[in-house]
């Protein structure tokens, strides 16, 4: 299920898979794809699986057809490195050829791959821009009407069963920063002072689900390994205590970890 | 021992602590080191123990009478803290009795000087076998025992042992292809075990054991020297502090556990050999080792979880084979008072428990079959007879082994492109070789079996400030500047993370948060969970029970009843509009969770919405919306079928588990020249890839090896088949009008930690946005979004 999202006077979507729609100009923005990381590791010396890239491909293909956009404007980091694109298998580089055939594919630079991606089609940019938003890799402090990736930005939220942490977009008034793609992408949480620092003012958080997209404002998540259980913060007994017990229990709870 | 070393036989020698074994296991050499000059140059006796700490003892304990006696012998210790000069030099000129670790074994092992190293070896002798066998740091030494044999065929050895269960197992591990002659020595006197109870009320749940702090202050006040053995390092941390609290006469009280530096942890322990304490707080840190000598009584604060265990930490205490060793068990709750007199029952008995050793981990194999190749080339067919030698490995298929070298060469997957950058080679005998001397010093770089979260090291600030020990980078990740902890036995304000460093300073203030470390949690044995229902069912052995535990239980028989020495007991009763089921399975916290999903998911087929379940050692409660109806189809043995494959296979439990072996078989590394500072842009998040090669490669020989692991270890698959074997047409339910007394515990631990799939999070996560908007009267926030996604019907919450 999507999300309407309004931003800079358009009518924005958020998708649960992670991509952006702008319906009104059929454009769809994906983030921090990290193409070719698997191959990348093995060329470190860690033979991780290979099959990254057609994962994020597949996936992507998938919403391509789905939402059928006219652009697909990628936000950078779009390869692991700038050898990526040569390292493609060829029937991965020939469905990314397929999709930047059917698509205006717009490649954004990146601080992974600097260099123009080569054949793999599309065009290469520096940023993006269209009506009142811009497109960039790396959110510019105090631009507004802004999408941008680099950060991967992940979210927690405590639930009555624990943290659940979630890729996320995070968004403001004046900023959206998207979720990255790739398969092989961790996160960093929006807490974290790199990302913090562009929504000073606090924002609004979307957690990535299996159908939906579950919004919190910055304030309800919570901070990382803030608690694994609030027990951590103090013993587990005296935890138990605040926890709501039968009144027979309670009353006979010892006076345990004063 | 000295009979069966002339003959050349392999020894497997069971004795209890405080015997003497590790001398014995050393006589031979002695004597025939002391016989006069070598014929044959190079090491002569490899000794490898568990801990580091023991080798350095023992190499002290042997220097001086050796010195004494005048005899020309050269011992030296290797272990991850031997210098680089000290290592180059027993590699050119080797000692010639080598104390040392299996990390450390293994690595002399994989370098090129292997062969003439260990040419010339007459024994290797094993410490604390037992603790060894059938974890995977055994099976590397295993692997290592059978590469040392291919050396030195004619090295006998020797395995020193406490009693086990399973001896069959432990000598066919010092065998290692061979026969081995058990001997054994008879147990000295019976340990004299006590139960200790709070002075107020015995708790109804909790597992620290605070409420005991005083009655266990005055037991230390009363004895020379103390060892208290808790359960859990954050345990240790508390009660360290709460006893500190009532320490009036400042008696000196001490600290030890595995997350200490290494340098508080050796001042604790020399400060125990020269007798300047009267107490330590300590976890299984101190399970093994060195014998003190003076330490007067053992103190147990928690579950014992197994008699066999409990047996081993009460050995500490009196190490003199013809006095008894003087123990209290203290129980944290009222679950534990029962377990507490089973384990005495069981320790009478002499009853042993514990697992059988299993088959050897395929991610051990890995990462042994690369360092091998680090060493020398090899034919796989001679490594694959080699590796069988080994005792976990005697019955590995032909079809795993080559797997795994595949996996080792170029990762082993179906679609191969990673020829550029492989690992192994085979040259045109078919020989394989190591790649290249990069992979070969990054094998060694990140040897070893031990897998931990990510840690950071404590350390005061200022120049020149006391590390103090390392925390989970997690726990370190949830404190703000100022927030106060407690570790290393202080209380400590934070201060800042600088790279992989927690800066801290002393005199914290406030509440202290806990660091917890994750790390598998023993589980309560097979035999001890049997005591513990003999004696729920037979009130005739309540006599030797406290009054209030008494109490409880007979107010369980009025209300409800009490579990069966068979068959299953469930109760169901309402409580605040939900209603809870709770089964007594007694097999152990592990099996009880891995019940709980396949449970919740047929709650749900048969339309009893459940809402979230909790497992403890003893139980498994689960809540629901609907009254659940048909139990004994809910419990219906084929619940073990498909489904829980499926489920398992997308939960937490398979990613941790997958996350070792990813580690162990070097699929991703933990060590990286220069990477310390950035580790995350270097590793691939090992969830990620789990998922990816799920999808594309299921049969994956790593993840057939994580569901061997899981079966095993956190799923205890097979406790699970046992209990529903059990209930099978015997399955008692209790229909109740409320919560019964023996149900409170499990409701106190509601709350905790579950295993979950992605799934269940969705669930969670609506329910808690629904929460927060009934809460905040809207979607509210600064964040400019007008229009909110729309809500889909609110579905089941937890379960699946």
Same mark, same amino acid.
């Given at each position: 299920m999507i999300a309407p999202f309004h931003f800079a006077g358009e009518a924005l979507q958020l998708e649960p898979a992670g991509v952006?729609?702008?319906?009104?100009? +059929?454009?769809?923005?994906?983030?921090?794809?990290?193409?070719?990381?698997?191959?990348?590791?093995?060329?470190?010396?860690?033979?991780?699986?290979?099959?990254?890239? +057609?994962?994020?491909?597949?996936?992507?293909?998938?919403?391509?057809? +789905?939402?059928?956009?006219?652009?697909?404007?990628?936000? =950078?980091?779009s390869f692991h490195d700038d050898h990526g694109p040569a390292r493609l298998l060829a029937a991965d580089a020939a469905s990314l050829r397929r999709m930047t055939?059917?698509?205006?594919?717009?490649?954004? +630079?990146?601080?992974?791959?600097?260099?123009?991606?080569?054949?793999? =089609?599309?065009?290469?940019?520096?940023s993006w821009a269209a009506g009142p938003l811009s497109f960039r890799h790396q959110a510019v402090a105090g631009v507004a009407g802004e999408l941008s990736g680099h950060f991967h930005p992940k979210a927690r939220v405590a639930t009555r069963a624990g943290q659940v942490v979630r890729p996320c977009f995070m968004t403001d008034a004046r900023k959206i920063m998207l979720p990255a793609? =790739?398969?092989?992408? =961790?996160?960093?949480?929006v807490r974290a002072p790199a990302i913090a620092a562009h929504f000073p003012r606090g924002g609004r958080v979307f957690l990535l689900g299996q159908q939906r997209l579950f919004s919190f404002s910055l304030g309800q998540t919570s901070r990382p390994g803030a608690s694994r259980e609030a027990c951590l913060r103090t013993s587990r007994e005296a935890c138990l205590r605040t926890t709501p017990l039968d009144p027979v229990v309670r009353s006979t709870h010892p006076r345990e970890g004063a | 021992m000295l009979a069966a070393a002339r003959a050349g036989e392999h020894v497997l020698l069971i004795a209890p602590t405080g015997g003497g074994k590790t001398l014995a296991g050393f006589l031979p050499s002695l004597v025939d080191l002391a016989g006069g000059p070598r014929t044959t140059a190079g090491l002569h006796t490899l000794y490898v123990s568990p801990l580091k700490a023991l080798a350095t003892d023992i190499a002290r304990n042997l220097t001086a009478p050796v010195a004494e006696m005048g005899l020309n012998i050269r011992i030296e210790t290797r272990t991850? #803290?031997?210098?680089? #000069?000290?290592?180059?030099? %027993?590699?050119?000129?080797?000692?010639?009795?080598?104390?040392?670790?299996?990390?450390?074994?293994?690595?002399?092992?994989?370098?090129?000087e292997a062969p003439s190293m260990f040419g010339g070896l007459h024994a290797v002798i094993v410490d604390e076998v037992h603790a060894l066998a059938g974890t995977k740091r055994g099976d590397q030494l295993a692997l290592c025992l059978a590469r040392a044999a291919k050396w030195a065929p004619r090295a006998r050895r020797v395995?020193?042992?406490?009693?086990?269960?399973? *001896?069959?197992?432990?000598?066919?591990?010092?065998?290692?292809?061979?026969?081995?002659?058990?001997?054994?020595? #008879?147990?000295?006197? /019976? &340990?004299?075990?006590?139960?200790?109870l709070p002075e107020e009320r015995i708790a109804w749940a909790g597992r620290m054991g605070l409420a005991s702090a005083s009655a266990v202050m005055k037991r230390i006040r009363g004895a020379g020297m103390t060892i208290v053995f808790v359960n859990t390092r954050a345990q240790a941390e508390l009660l360290f502090q709460e006893l500190w609290r009532l320490n009036e006469d400042t008696l000196p009280i001490a600290l030890h556990h595995g997350s200490l530096d290494l340098a508080q942890r050796k001042r604790v322990e020399a400060a125990m050999a020269a007798g300047a304490l009267r107490a330590v707080v300590a976890t299984s840190s101190l399970d093994l080792g060195i014998d003190w000598g003076g330490v007067d009584q053992v103190i147990q604060v928690g579950a014992p979880k197994g008699t066999a265990r409990l047996l081993q930490r009460v050995g500490r205490a009196n190490h003199r084979m013809d006095e008894p060793s003087v123990a209290v068990l203290v129980p944290a709750n009222r679950f534990e008072v029962l377990e507490c007199e /089973?384990?005495?029952?069981?320790?009478?008995?002499?009853?042993?428990?514990? #697992?059988?050793?299993?088959?050897?981990?395929?991610?051990?194999?890995?990462?042994?079959?690369?360092?091998?190749?680090?060493?020398?080339? @090899?034919?796989?067919?001679?490594?694959? $007879?080699?590796?069988?030698?080994?005792? &976990?490995? $005697?019955?590995?298929? *032909?079809?795993? @082994?080559?797997?795994?070298?595949?996996?080792?060469?170029?990762?082993?997957?179906?679609?191969? %492109?990673?020829?550029?950058?492989?690992?192994?080679?085979?040259?045109?005998?078919?020989?394989?070789?190591?790649?290249?001397?990069? !992979?070969?010093?990054?094998?060694?770089?990140?040897?070893?079996?031990? !897998?931990?979260? &990510?840690?950071?090291?404590? *350390?005061?600030?200022?120049?020149?400030? $006391?590390?103090?020990?390392?925390?989970?980078?997690? @726990?370190?990740?949830?404190?703000? $500047?100022?927030?106060?902890?407690?570790? /290393?036995g202080r209380l400590l304000k934070f201060l800042r993370i600088h790279e992989t460093t927690l800066e801290c300073a002393d005199g914290g203030t406030g509440t202290p948060a806990v660091p917890a470390y994750g790390g598998t949690r023993m589980s309560l044995t097979t035999n001890l969970a049997a005591r513990v229902r003999a004696i729920l069912?037979?009130?005739?052995?309540?006599?030797?029970?406290?009054?209030?535990?008494?109490?409880?239980?007979?107010?369980?028989?009025?209300?409800?009843?009490?579990?069966?020495?068979?068959?299953?007991?469930?109760?169901?009763?309402?409580?605040?509009?939900?209603?809870?089921? !709770?089964?007594?399975? @007694?097999?152990?916290?592990?099996?009880?969770?891995?019940?709980g999903m396949p449970l919740t998911r047929r709650m749900e087929r048969f339309r009893y919405a459940p809402l979230g379940f909790v497992a403890t050692e003893y139980v498994l409660g689960v809540w629901s919306a609907e009254e659940p109806q048909d139990i004994a189809g809910l419990f219906h043995h084929d619940l073990l079928g498909e489904d829980l494959d499926v489920w398992m296979a997308d939960t937490s439990m398979l990613r941790?588990?997958? *996350?070792?072996? /990813?580690?162990?078989?070097?699929? !991703?590394?933990?060590?990286?020249?220069?990477?310390?500072?950035?580790?995350?842009q270097v590793t691939v998040n090992t969830d990620l890839i789990y998922n990816v090669l799920k999808k594309h490669q299921p049969d994956h020989v790593l993840l057939r090896a994580t569901w061997r692991d899981a079966r095993g270890g956190l799923t205890d698959l097979g406790r699970l088949g046992a209990l529903l074997d059990r209930a099978r047409g015997r399955v008692t339910v209790r229909r109740l009008d409320r919560v019964s007394p023996l149900a409170v515990p499990v409701l106190l631990d509601i709350g905790r930690e579950s295993v979950r799939t992605e799934a269940d999070e969705d669930s969670l996560l609506e329910e808690t946005e629904l929460l927060v908007r009934e809460a905040t009267g809207g979607p509210g926030g600064q964040g400019g979004t007008p229009h909110p996604p729309r809500l889909s019907a609110p579905r089941r919450a937890i379960a699946r």
């Open positions: 952006l729609l702008w319906p009104a100009m +059929r454009v769809m923005v994906v983030a921090d794809l990290h193409l070719e990381k698997g191959s990348a590791a093995a060329r470190k010396g860690q033979l991780v699986p290979p099959w990254d890239s +057609r994962v994020t491909l597949e996936r992507l293909g998938l919403l391509v057809r +789905r939402y059928a956009p006219r652009t697909v404007v990628a936000l =950078g980091d055939d059917s698509v205006d594919f717009v490649w954004v +630079r990146g601080n992974h791959d600097r260099a123009p991606p080569e054949g793999v =089609g599309g065009r290469a940019v520096e793609f =790739g398969a092989y992408t =961790g996160g960093l949480d | 991850g #803290d031997t210098s680089s #000069d000290a290592r180059k030099k %027993q590699r050119e000129t080797p000692p010639d009795l080598l104390l040392t670790t299996p990390e450390s074994f293994a690595l002399l092992l994989s370098q090129p395995g020193l042992s406490a009693t086990v269960a399973h *001896r069959a197992a432990l000598r066919a591990f010092i065998g290692c292809g061979d026969a081995a002659r058990l001997i054994e020595v #008879d147990e000295g006197a /019976a &340990p004299q075990i006590t139960m200790m /089973a384990a005495i029952s069981g320790v009478a008995a002499h009853e042993l428990d514990g #697992d059988a050793p299993g088959a050897g981990g395929l991610d051990v194999l890995a990462q042994h079959v690369l360092l091998m190749a680090a060493s020398a080339a @090899f034919l796989p067919d001679e490594m694959f $007879a080699e590796v069988r030698r080994a005792a &976990p490995y $005697a019955g590995l298929a *032909r079809q795993d @082994f080559d797997d795994v070298l595949r996996f080792v060469e170029d990762g082993g997957y179906a679609l191969s %492109q990673y020829e550029r950058w492989r690992k192994l080679f085979r040259d045109a005998e078919g020989r394989v070789h190591v790649a290249n001397a990069r !992979v070969a010093r990054q094998a060694r770089m990140n040897l070893g079996t031990i !897998v931990e979260q &990510p840690l950071l090291k404590v *350390r005061l600030a200022g120049r020149g400030g $006391a590390a103090l020990g390392e925390v989970e980078e997690y @726990f370190a990740n949830g404190l703000r $500047a100022g927030d106060t902890f407690m570790f /290393a069912h037979d009130p005739g052995r309540w006599g030797q029970l406290p009054d209030q535990v008494r109490e409880w239980l007979q107010m369980q028989q009025e209300r409800s009843e009490l579990p069966g020495p068979d068959g299953l007991l469930v109760e169901i009763f309402p409580r605040e509009g939900r209603w809870y089921l !709770v089964a007594y399975g @007694f097999e152990g916290r592990n099996a009880h969770q891995t019940l941790r588990t997958f *996350r070792n072996v /990813a580690v162990i078989s070097g699929l !991703v590394d933990r060590h990286y020249p220069g990477a310390e500072k950035n580790r995350r």
